[in-house]
Structures are given as C-alpha cells and as structure tokens.
C-alpha cells in the first residue's frame, strides 16, 4: 500500500527539488532516495514528461568533478505547477489527518463491530 | 524475471532494445541521459552493478517512455490503432487491470462499433426501399416483404419511410460516433491518471 502512496508524490518531490535550486538528474536520484525508498529508474522519464509538457527546461554545466552534467530548472509554468500540486496536496494530507483523528483506533484487537 | 544486471553496458543494451521503436533522435537523447547517470555514479565510486540495480529493470523504464511516446499519439489522433497501442503499452506496464476493465472496456467498444456497422448498412436498405417506390408494382409481385401488401406497393409509403429511415440512421450513425470518440478520449484520460499514480509501481513489479 505505501508504494501507492509514493507514487503520486514522486513527482511533487522532483519539483521541489528543483524549485529548491537547479539540479542534475544524479543529484535529484540521491537526494530523494535518502528520504524515501525509490526507484531510481522512473526519475528520468519523470524528468522527461515534465519537460516535454513545459514544467521545466535544462542545460549543460561544466563540472570541475567529471563531465558536463545536464542541469533542470522550472520554467514559470512549472513554479505555478508546482505551487497548485503542493496546495492540493498539503489540503488532502490534512483532510486525512483529521479523519484519522476521528476513526483511528491504536491496538485494535476485536473484529469491528460495526460491520453490517 | 529478475535477473542481475552487472554492468552498465548490459543495462544500456537492454534500454536501448527496448526502445528501438521511438525515433533515433529521442532514443540518443534518453540514452545520454542514462549514461551520464553511470559516468557520475562511477566517480563517486560506485560500481556499474550497484548503479545498475538500483536503477531498477532497463525494460520497465523503456515500457515508461514507450508508453508516453503511445499516449501522446493517441492525444494527437485518437484512432482505433493509437489507442490500442496505448493500452497495450499500460497493459505491459501491469495498470490496465486486465480481467476487470479490459473485458468491460472491450465489450463496451465492441457493442458501439457494432451499432455503428449496423446503422450504416441499414441506411442501404432505406435507399433500396426508396428505390423501390419508382418501380411499378406488378414486378414487384414475387418480392414481398412481409408486411400489408398494398403499403408495400404504395410508391409514396416506401419513397417516405425509406428517406426517414435514412436520416434516422444517419443521424444515429453520427450520434454513435460521437460516443466512441467520447470513449477514446476517456481512456486516454484513463491511463494518463493512472500512470501518473502508478508510476512507482511498475518498477517494483516483476514483469516478463
């Protein structure tokens, strides 16, 4: 269940870490991947779509540490994107939590009676 | 099938045949994109095999791009063929529930072509019972149709009920055709929304 959870918000993370600063496809597998368990592979196709669909654009950078490395960046649509996407998602997280202030019961033992 | 890829050529090599069917030049352009994840990953010291699994099954990701490249054909000219093609990429990806939604979905498909088949010969027969009205009714002894003899001779009975009958089955027809390119717009929808969801998943999953 909680991969279809991550799912979803893969995306929202990917955009966050850009609009945190310009990021190189490596940068962004690593650093997500230290908070939450990814694979890896679906990062660049995520990439890709985003910018296929105008989110964000990219371009090469000279590294001091190897070679040139393709940078991302959101594009104006891709900051109002992103904003809408967090919205939306900061107001469902909250919606869920509060329903689980109410239904969430800790060490439930019983079968529910309330089963019709 | 999981099986252990050891080196990035072996990964770049599965990759690449999996996308053999996009245009060369997006084919380069997601290749680079994987090379340099390994040439990076090497100078930070990690070794080809530990790249290679953690970026999960070559043939998954190449479904992945396979199936954008499918849904924006389909986007662009929803036709039988490109919706199709774009299921049966979301099928190989494993988020066209197969038992559930692909029979529904088939039989769905399948009932409104039919309708659409049916009307559009039956606006033949109206143009046949039209034709029918010029023709002087003592040839027409030996061709009953079943119903009161003299309406089926009446030339003005036949003339009109064939020329409604044909606007009725057209305007059906059309009517029809709507709805099914209201059905293959709702599908593209469909596996768009799920493959946002699901794009997770797939990797995880373990796929011939």
């Known amino acids: 269940m909680i991969t279809q959870l991550k799912k979803g918000s893969l995306e929202l993370c990917v955009l966050a870490l850009i609009d945190h600063q310009d990021s190189y496809g490596f940068e962004i597998v690593e650093t997500i991947s230290k908070y939450v368990e990814v694979s890896e592979g679906s990062i660049y196709p995520l990439l890709r779509r985003l910018t296929q669909e105008g989110y964000t654009e990219s371009y090469f950078h000279q590294s001091t540490e190897g070679p040139a490395r393709k940078y991302y960046f959101l594009t104006n649509e891709g900051k109002e994107y992103y904003r809408e996407m967090y919205h939306q998602w900061m107001v469902f997280n909250q919606e869920v939590q509060k329903f689980f202030m109410t239904y969430h019961k800790e060490n439930v033992t019983n079968e529910s009676t309330n089963r019709k | ?208």
């Open chain 2, 1 to 208: 099938m999981s099986q252990r890829i050891e080196s990035k050529e072996e990964f770049l090599n599965i990759l690449r045949e999996g996308l053999k069917k996009l245009d060369s030049k997006t084919q380069e352009e997601i290749l680079y994109d994987y090379e340099e994840h390994f040439t990076i990953g090497l100078s930070k010291g990690m070794s080809e095999a530990e790249i290679a699994k953690a970026l999960g099954s070559p043939r998954v990701i190449a479904n992945q791009y396979r199936f954008e490249k499918a849904i924006q054909k389909a986007e662009a000219r929803p036709s039988f063929q490109s919706i199709a093609k774009a299921i049966f990429v979301a099928m190989s990806l494993g988020f066209f529930n197969l038992v559930f939604v692909l029979g529904f979905y088939i039989g769905l498909v399948g009932m409104l072509f039919g309708l659409i088949v049916g009307f559009g010969v039956s606006i033949l027969a109206g143009l046949v019972l039209m034709i029918r009205a010029f023709i002087p009714s003592f040839l027409l002894e030996h061709f009953s149709i079943g119903i009161d003899h003299s309406l089926t001779t009446n030339p003005l009975f036949l003339f009109a009920f064939g020329f409604i009958w044909i606007v009725l089955a057209s305007g059906l027809v059309v009517l029809l055709s709507h709805a099914f390119r209201v059905v293959f717009l709702a599908t593209i929808r469909y596996l768009k929304f799920n493959y946002r969801v699901i794009l997770e998943s797939s990797q995880q999953t373990k796929l011939p």
